[in-house]
């Protein structure tokens, strides 16, 4: 009994040093993560929207946008929206839009898809086939959008998140 008792607190000391590691550890790496994950979307959105010179955050209906400007004109929106994929993490990804609805670029931020097949999603060869829709254009995989052999699922889920955003804008711009 003596010595389950002993083996138990030696456990439980154990417990203790790993866990106020972990926290130390996590207390001192937040802020640098946070810092990168604000650097790494505001990348995103230069690249979605590349001629923007400044972005202001928008919240509308409890969805957030941000309007580019550039000479103190709005030129476009982007639009961070997420759909569901294969894996159970969603698609996140940016949506750049003109003023007149048209899709100029789409950037994927992160995904749960299968590496090599689902993951194709992000290659610039499927993203390039947004460019230029509307919120009118039907965006069906196998229809005006090429799917990715395999990643059916994936592909779905991309031009999903896609069509998310450009309704989205239509509700919001589009009088």
Known sequence: MREISKLGIILAVICAIAAGSLAYV???TRPVI?????KEF????????????????????????????????EIGVAIPVESKG????PITMVVGVDMTGKVLRVKVLGHGETAG?????E??????QFMGKTP???????QDIDGISGATISS????????????????LFKK
């Not at 010179?53 to 550039?70: I, L, Q």
């Open 34 to 38: 946070e810092e990168r994950k604000v």
């Open 86 to 89: 294969y894996g159970s993490t």
């Open 42 to 73: 505001e990348a995103a959105l230069r690249a979605v929207i590349p001629e923007a010179e400044n972005f202001r955050e928008t919240k509308k209906d409890g969805s957030s946008f941000y309007v580019a400007t550039k000479a103190g004109k």
């Open 136 to 142: 009118e254009s039907p965006l069906v995989v196998g």
């Open 123 to 128: 290659q610039d060869s499927f993203l390039r």
């Open 156 to 171: 779905r889920g991309a031009t999903a998140g896609v069509k998310k955003a450009l309704t989205g804008f239509a509700a």
């Open 117 to 121: 097949l689902g993951s194709k999603i």
């Open 26 to 28: 996590y207390q001192t």
